[in-house]
């Protein structure tokens, strides 16, 4: 059965801290990774990632992708009170249906 | 052992003809969202239910409408669909409004 495992499910850090966020998945026929930021009530999309080794980085986030060991990183650098947020790891397997596997989140804290 | 539970897994129908997907939880959340969401996008929130009361997304198209008979169960018709409604349709959950969201596996609509 296809599942997608976040670790830790919640965490608490202060004001300039980098955290590391872990996503490891199963699935069949992969096609892709995404992470998100879920703030209230929808996602707001982040990566995709779907090749090995190539990190993608968007200001202090960045996240890569071991399709080896099937998993995957978020890492936040310089954490501010604003990256307060559950951060969603997806998996979309190749099909043709656009399915989505999502993890249950880390919910991640940042005090000031 | 799904907790968000989404049928059907696909489902076809015709251009102008309505259309009922249905989600059901063993969570007993409060809270429960329909999203729409297309191909490599973040889902997109039509409308949720906290408990009985209905809360519509602004920009939700009057084609897209939303019972909940009880707290386990909250459906998602659609009166009229036109091709540009096929998308992946994903129910979620959570406890109470900025809880973490739990997901179904989504139902892919499509319109010929």
């Known amino acids: 059965e296809d599942k997608v495992v976040q670790s830790p499910l919640s965490l608490v850090v202060h004001e300039g801290d980098t955290v590391t966020l872990n996503c490891s998945y199963e699935v069949t026929n992969f096609r892709s990774l995404l992470w998100y930021k879920q703030e209230k009530k929808a996602p707001t999309f982040l990566f995709m990632l779907?090749?090995?080794?190539i990190e993608k980085k968007s200001g202090r986030l960045s996240s890569i992708l071991d399709k080896k060991e099937l998993f995957s990183i978020l890492n936040i650098t310089a954490t501010q009170t604003g990256d307060s947020a559950i951060y969603l790891c997806a998996v979309e397997p190749r099909g043709g249906a656009n399915n989505l596997f999502f993890g249950t989140g880390t919910r991640l804290t940042v005090i000031p | 052992d799904a907790m968000v539970i989404q049928n059907p897994r696909y489902q076809v129908t015709q251009f102008g003809k309505p259309v009922t997907l249905s989600c059901s939880q063993t969570?007993?959340?409060?809270?429960m969202y329909w999203y729409q969401q297309k191909s490599s996008q973040a889902p997109k929130l039509l409308f949720h239910?906290?408990?009985?009361?209905?809360?519509n997304e602004a920009d939700t198209p009057d084609n897209f409408q939303s019972r909940r008979p009880n707290t386990s169960f909250c459906f998602l018709d659609i009166r009229s669909p036109g091709l540009g409604d096929a998308a992946m349709y994903l129910c979620?959950?959570?406890?109470?409004?900025?809880?973490?969201?739990?997901f179904g596996s989504g139902t892919q609509l499509s319109v010929l």
């Open positions: 979620a959950t959570s406890s109470g409004i900025n809880e973490k969201l739990f």
């Open positions: 239910y906290y408990d009985k009361d209905f809360n």
């Open positions: 779907t090749s090995s080794g």
């Open positions: 969570l007993n959340h409060n809270v």
